[in-house]
T-cell receptor, first 117, second 117 residues
């Protein structure tokens, strides 16, 4: 149990295009999902908290108009990188929360590697 | 100040030996949770173990145990009888505040563990 999928796993796009990444909790419902960005050999940086049925909460310094988040159902959140540029190239990883035992635990998807040419 | 500190950027261990990965944290909140995740080269973050600040006993999950020393604010991960498949990046993370609903995690910089045959 607690399987999270992401699609696509890898995407290459031209500068100026928009890219949508899907995050799905396959065997559980997740009221809250999180989106992270990870640069090579670095830790995860939280971008935003995605709550089903409401607006996402963005971390300081993250442009909400650049990184659009939609949490349309209890099993799906999407991140759209609008007008992507080479500096947006990164590894994007989502997580979905599930209460199992004493606490809510974040279970992560396999990540999406975005390369903007 | 860093909330989560992992002082070992890299560790090399012989197969079948036990290994301890260090993690210290900084918080003034009496209620918090500590997590360890494993990130293989594939990129997925795999949840390993959780320790709550009020837990009296150290958490254990199979070959993983957490050496929780509250007064020293340390939460070291111990892997017993290491295997080649344990080679990966390991992240320590902390959730602050009362455990009411999903809350964001703060991650350390990670430790790259390499198991030698």
């Amino acid at each position: 149990g607690a399987v999270v999928s992401q699609h696509p796993s890898r995407v290459i796009c031209k500068s100026g295009t928009s890219v949508k990444i899907e995050c799905r909790s396959l065997d559980f419902q997740a009221t809250t999902m999180f989106w992270y960005r990870q640069f090579p050999k670095q830790s995860l940086m939280l971008m935003a908290t995605s709550n089903e049925g409401s607006k996402a909460t963005y971390e300081q310094g993250v442009e909400k108009d650049k990184f659009l988040i939609n949490h349309a159902s209890l099993t799906l959140s999407t991140l759209t990188v609008t007008s992507a540029h080479p500096e947006d190239s990164s590894f994007y990883i989502c997580s979905a929360t599930l209460r199992r035992g004493p606490t809510d635990t974040q279970y992560f998807g396999p990540g999406t590697r975005l390369t903007v040419l | 100040a860093q909330k989560i500190t992992q002082t070992q950027p890299g560790m090399f261990v012989q197969e079948k030996e036990a290994v301890t990965l260090d993690c210290t944290y900084d918080t003034s909140d009496p209620s918090y949770g500590l997590f360890w995740y494993k990130q293989p080269s594939s990129g997925e973050m795999i949840f390993l173990i959780y320790q709550g600040s009020y837990d009296q006993q150290n958490a254990t999950e199979g070959r993983y145990s957490l050496n929780f020393q509250k007064a020293r604010k340390s939460a070291n991960l111990v892997i017993s009888a290491s295997q080649l498949g344990d080679s990966a990046m390991y992240f320590c993370a902390m959730r602050e505040g009362e455990d009411q609903g999903a809350q964001k995690l703060v991650f350390g910089q990670g430790t790259r563990l390499t198991i030698n045959p």
